[in-house]
């Protein structure tokens, strides 16, 4: 199992961590941002469907940033994904 670690662009988190196991996020952190919302975007996600979650998350917006750190989850998850060979 590989350990993705996404360094997140527009947004105050630093980074971003997780890993895939058979399609499902497991072990999700972030380094930075809201540690409360961040903790609990992190709980909500453990075990849920990679792909579904980059549909869920991807194009949320945080301020008027044109990004957020769940739309910066979403793309580093979905490139993950391509790096596996999964759909995203």
Excluded: W
Excluded at 18 to 24: A, L, R, S, W
Excluded at 42 to 54: I, Q, Y
């Amino acid at each position: 199992m590989q350990r993705y670690t996404y360094r997140p662009r527009g947004v105050c988190s630093r980074q971003i961590s997780f890993t895939i196991e058979e399609g499902k996020l497991k072990d999700i952190s972030f380094m930075g941002g809201c540690p409360g919302n961040l903790a609990a975007i992190s709980k909500l996600l453990e075990g849920r469907d990679a792909a579904e979650t980059v549909k869920i998350l991807k194009g949320n917006d945080c301020g008027g940033r044109g990004t957020s750190c769940a739309d910066q989850l979403a793309i580093a998850v979905e490139e993950a994904l391509r790096q596996e060979g999964a759909p995203a």
